[in-house]
């Protein structure tokens, strides 16, 4: 249903007369009459009679008015609630790394309940590629996720990524005492006979491991995968293999971190939307808070 056409008949039901109605919208009156004679035949029933020289509403026409005034309404509060600088107001579905929503959007959440208490967040964890697979299907609104320097993402012109942050990564290890090693290629020689730990639902830290592997000359023995952090160490301590963890994580008793340099190890981190999406006011939001807090994690 045409709304401009609701918008014709409310005002026909307000100032009385068709020529007043043209007058009021800027056309033509046989303009006014054709719209509301279409109007008529979509709903299958008169919605004007004749009333001397004038016309006047049916009772159809006057409860088709009823209804074409709430509707007109819902549209208008729909259109302010969506314009670009409106108040934030709705769900937002965030898909993304667990190191993402327990450091960035837990602590952001409890920040949008006092700030922005019209603004939901729904959460789900999932890794990059199960993120993006969401985003594509438009199942999810905005994607968490991350590459290596080593292993970038491959673009995509359906989405736009706003950076986050970054993370340098080392090697994690058995501890043990110091090897002397300078490189990333030398550390990696070091641990060539070892098994390696590789993450179970994303394959870029793998192709990292593999490039540096090969830069030093060997092809590794992957044989254990997982998805948390936590379980790659304790899969260290137990003498499993040696593993990718950042920089700045707690290590467990028993685990020792290798610096990686020449060349490093970075992690980059990017909210990622599907284009057009972020002039959605909720998601804008979220959005700008996020990249706030990764640039400024004390405030």
């Known amino acids: 249903m045409e709304t401009r056409r609701l918008q ?12 007043a109605v043209a007058e009021a919208q800027g056309t033509t009156t046989s303009t006014v009459s054709q719209q509301i004679s279409v109007l008529a035949r979509e709903m299958g029933t008169a919605l004007i009679e004749p009333h001397g020289r004038q016309v006047r509403l049916t009772p159809a026409g006057r409860r088709l008015t009823e209804h074409a005034t ?17 108040e934030p107001n709705g769900t937002v579905r965030i898909a993304g ?47 968490l996720t991350y590459d290596y320097n080593l292993a970038p993402a491959t673009g995509d012109p359906a989405v736009h990524a706003t950076p986050l942050w970054t993370a340098r990564w080392g090697l994690g290890v058995p501890a043990h ?12 020689t070091r641990f060539r006979e070892h098994d390696w730990i590789v993450n179970s639902r994303n394959s870029a830290d793998e192709t990292v491991i593999r490039t540096l ?87």
């Open 8 to 19: 014709l008949l409310v005002e026909l039901s307000r100032l009385g007369s068709m020529r």
């Open 70 to 86: 709430a509707i007109l309404a819902a549209v208008e509060a729909a259109r302010l609630d969506l314009a670009p600088g409106a």
């Open 97 to 143: 790394f667990a190191t993402a929503i327990r450091a960035f959007l837990l602590p952001l959440v409890t920040e949008l309940a006092a700030s922005h208490p019209r603004v939901h967040v729904l959460v789900r964890e999932h890794e990059p590629a199960e993120a993006l697979a969401l985003l594509a299907a438009d199942e999810t609104d905005l994607a």
């Open 177 to 188: 005492p110091d090897t002397g090693a300078t490189t990333t290629p030398e550390v990696f």
């Open 213 to 299: 592997a090969s830069m030093a000359g060997f092809t590794p023995r992957i044989t254990h995968r997982a998805d948390s952090l936590d379980l790659v160490q304790g899969m260290i301590t137990a003498h499993l293999g040696v593993g990718l963890l950042p920089q700045e994580t707690a290590l467990l008793p028993g685990v020792r971190l290798l610096p990686l340099t020449e060349p490093d190890v970075v992690l980059r981190a990017h909210a990622v939307a599907r284009h057009g999406r972020l002039d959605w006011p909720p998601l804008a939001l979220v959005t700008d808070l996020l990249s706030r807090r990764a640039t400024h994690p004390d405030h």
